[in-house]
């Protein structure tokens, strides 16, 4: 009896054998598949809590079937990512959406490839419009809402067009993809996100000595022209705010270049000295404005007679507005309202006045010059927007890239700037005297602005991701440095109500007909089983 059993006992080895084999080249078939699978880069809905309440997307790893928004009614969703280009979107659906808590098992929105900052370009000027007002719509929405899927954002290409292209054909012809139907499958395999343990903000501080004569006891009084240079948005790692603030770091660099060509020959060094400072945190109530001004001394904060914070002047408009929190009849404001305009009057450019007095109770700062002016600084901001900003709005979103920044408006607004500064240090008030004419030595350089706008069109800067040591910050630090008589580098720790987490990017996989593989590994059921 025990004899007779060999031979099926070595069949079913063999079989085995045989099924181990198959299974190899099965595998090999499947690895060869996942090779040739479509590969993108994706960058994901930012994750942070605000007061201990918790905003953005709150997971980060994807394996998910894709759908499109083509799905039928009453579909549960808990276990698909829906993909949604930006072209189709209706900002109503998603919002209902999110607040009705509906489950989801991730989202992926598709942009436009003309937004992306790796592409750049001019093109398609009218359908970018578009394309801005409804991205900033939907940027608004994610941002402030708490979302328990993942979220990321990805550009159009040929590739992922055609994928999205069959996903809707299936959903339309009532072929959702599933476990068993097959389909596209998205796998994003990322480890979830950890909070960022106390991120750094890094101050940068150049000064430019004024002329003291010889017996001069008395210390010389100090102008100051302030941008921050981070920023923020819905997709940290494609935050790289042109306008906002690109424009205003653009602008202080120029405008430092041009006074350290006056300040280096002794006829022309003005009798103020300038100080110039490259801030961090500005989004999160210009928290590193703060730290740097408190680490200045008495002597040096009473010397300040003003400082000018450059934010947001990269529009196509041709207005700028100036910000103010002391009362448009004290002196210093008035003699930097009249300086500016009587300038833009000379550029063909709008030059309007906002006073909005501060609430030293309020933690909300809307304007960096208000950090000055609970200091008793005196301050100003000069900026395109006229109306205050929402915390966490207008500082560098989805949509301000390069394409939408007017380089000319910059040139204008450093001439501007400039110019009123120059006539104040050497008294030529209102006067028609231009320091600083097209075709001289001292004209502002166009292509020096370009240049710097593209670096910082192409880098995303969002503080709590930025070391100590960021190759942007260095690079920002050793330009300041080549136009000023010393350099100075201030890191602090972010302070305050906000907590970040990280894995700002990843790598999309997706796979196609997948399951139809994986489905032949399984093991049959048994005879038993089946006459059972």
């Not at 894709?66 to 072209?87: C, M, N």
């Not at 009218?126 to 899927?149: C, D, F, G, T």
């Not at 996989?509 to 593989?517: A, S």
Request: charged letters at 20%; a neutral charge.
């Amino acid at each position: 009896m025990a004899n007779s059993k060999k031979p099926g006992g070595l069949r079913e080895m063999l079989e085995s054998m045989y099924s181990v084999i198959a299974l190899l080249f099965i595998l090999v078939a499947c690895v060869e598949l996942c090779d040739a699978a479509a590969a993108v880069d994706v960058y994901r809905l930012i994750q942070y809590d605000m007061s201990g309440s918790p905003f953005g997307s709150r997971f980060a790893a994807l394996n998910h079937h894709a759908a499109s928004l083509h799905f039928p009614p009453g579909v549960d969703l808990s276990r698909t990512v829906l993909i949604i280009p930006l072209r189709e979107l209706n900002i109503t659906f998603v919002r209902e959406y999110i607040n009705q808590k509906n489950p989801l098992g991730g989202l992926l929105v598709l942009l436009p490839e003309v937004l992306s900052f790796k592409t750049g370009g001019n093109k398609q000027v009218h359908e970018k419009e578009k394309m801005k007002i409804l991205l900033a719509e939907l940027e608004r929405l994610l941002v402030h809402s708490n979302i328990p899927y993942p979220v990321y954002f990805f550009f159009e290409n040929d590739e992922i067009d055609t994928v999205l292209a069959d996903i809707k054909k299936n959903d339309l012809m009532g072929q959702p993809a599933t476990a068993t139907t097959g389909g596209y499958k998205f796998v994003i395999p990322t480890a979830e996100p950890k909070k960022v343990a106390s991120p750094t903000m890094t101050n940068i501080q150049g000064w430019l000595s004024g002329l003291k004569t010889d017996g001069d006891a008395n210390q010389l009084p100090t102008i100051a022209i302030v941008a921050s240079y981070d920023t923020f948005g819905a997709a940290p790692a494609l935050s790289v705010g042109s306008d906002s603030n690109g424009s205003g770091i653009v602008a202080l660099l120029e405008i430092a270049r041009l006074f350290s060509l006056l300040y280096s020959n002794p006829k022309t060094r003005g009798r103020y000295n300038l100080l110039f400072g490259l801030t961090s945190g500005g989004p999160y109530n210009y928290n590193g404005t703060q730290k740097w001004l408190r680490s200045f001394d008495q002597r040096l904060r009473e010397s300040i007679d003003y400082a000018i914070c450059l934010n947001s002047i990269g529009s196509w408009d041709n207005e700028l507005w100036i910000h103010v929190s002391k009362p448009p009849e004290n002196a210093y404001i008035k003699q930097i309202f009249e300086g500016l305009s009587n300038v833009a009057e000379e550029l063909d450019l709008k030059v309007g006045l906002k006073h909005k007095k501060i609430n030293i109770s309020n933690p909300r700062v809307a304007w960096e010059h208000e950090q000055f002016s609970r200091l008793r600084v005196t301050a100003a901001t000069l900026s395109e927007l006229s109306v205050t900003p929402e915390l966490l709005e207008s500082t560098g979103g989805l949509f301000d890239t390069r394409q939408y920044v007017n380089e000319t408006a910059i040139v204008r607004g450093v001439k501007l700037v400039a110019e009123s500064l120059a006539r104040h240090i050497y008294g030529h008030q209102g006067k028609n005297i231009q320091i600083f004419a097209d075709e001289s030595s001292l004209a502002v350089n166009p292509a020096y602005i370009r240049s710097w706008l593209d670096v910082l069109s192409q880098t995303p800067r969002v503080a709590p991701f930025l070391s100590k040591d960021d190759p942007f910050v260095m690079a920002l630090k050793k330009e300041l440095a080549g136009h000023v008589d010393e350099v100075n580098v201030q890191h602090e720790t972010l302070e305050g109500i906000f907590t970040f987490y990280d894995s700002t990017s990843a790598r999309l996989n997706i796979y196609q007909g997948l399951d139809d593989l994986i489905s032949l590994f399984r093991r049959p059921p048994s005879r038993k089983l089946k006459t059972a």
